[in-house]
């Protein structure tokens, strides 16, 4: 996986407001004012890195373009709906089983989360726009190639998309410390796992919002599990419960 470039401030300020996921958004060191300061603005408020760079590397990405001392670091990927993800269940004859990463910022475990995802049947996986892992290359590598393979759905709001999803149907189990034990739990019908960030765990108010509060009991003292780990045995948990893993 590379990423993609998008040069000059029209363009740029377009893929801010719609639907593609930006990476990082490189500004020229002297550039100041008018559209580009309500880049930078729109950035922050997105939750978009914006690196200040030399004009002769914007030179080397705009190629023959007019870059006017902007451009945006998209990802290549070809995010899907929550429909599709839906619809994907559906084709398999299955209950919805969806994932949802909440302000994870590693790209080795996000990378990790989606390897397993993608060996566990995962449906789908849902990222929020703002404060999230860019999909890069380091995200690329990490999950060996599954990133290709994985059904990837930008979303906005986290609380909205968790009610969205009630409405459908699904149980909501978000992973924490001090919750039910994983496996007591029934994930055998339409359930989303939701993976708070590193360190951080669920935030307050989505954890507020889940139907199940999952953890996974540990012997040891004053340690817990990263959240790639943590994934991996909840979403391997539900292929249990659903009695498809092979025998």
């Given at each position: 996986m590379t990423e993609d470039f998008v040069v000059g401030r029209n363009p740029v300020m377009e893929v801010l407001h719609g639907k593609r996921a930006i990476n990082k958004i490189l500004v020229q060191d002297t550039a100041d004012g008018g559209s580009v300061g309500k880049i930078i603005a729109a950035?922050?408020?997105?939750?978009?890195?914006?690196?200040?760079?030399?004009?002769?590397?914007?030179?080397?990405?705009?190629?023959?373009?007019?870059?006017?001392?902007?451009?945006?670091?998209?990802?290549?990927?070809?995010?899907?709906?929550?429909?599709?993800?839906?619809?994907?269940a559906a084709d398999k004859s299955e209950p919805p089983f969806i994932l949802l990463l909440d302000g994870l910022q590693d790209p080795q475990n996000v990378g990790a989360i989606l390897r397993s995802a993608d060996a566990a049947g995962v449906h789908g996986v849902l990222l929020p726009k703002r404060r999230s892992c860019s999909l890069n290359t380091s995200v690329a590598k990490s999950s060996a190639g599954a990133i290709e393979h994985v059904s990837l759905v930008h979303i906005g709001n986290v609380g909205n998309t968790i009610e969205e999803l009630k409405k459908r149907g699904c149980w909501i189990v978000g992973a924490d410390m001090d919750g039910e034990v994983f496996y007591n739990i029934d994930l055998t019908g339409a359930v989303v796992l939701v993976i708070g960030a590193e360190g951080k765990g669920l935030g307050q108010l989505v954890r507020k919002k889940c139907d199940f509060i999952a953890s996974i009991p540990m012997k040891g003292q004053g340690v817990s599990l990263n959240a790639s780990v943590a994934g991996a045995l909840l979403m391997y948990e539900v292929l249990r419960q659903r009695k498809v893993v092979d025998k």
């Open positions: 950035a922050k408020e997105y939750g978009i890195i914006v690196e200040y760079v030399k004009k002769e590397k914007l030179d080397k990405l705009g190629a023959k373009l007019r870059h006017q001392g902007v451009a945006a670091m998209v990802s290549p990927v070809d995010f899907k709906t929550i429909d599709e993800v839906f619809l994907k």
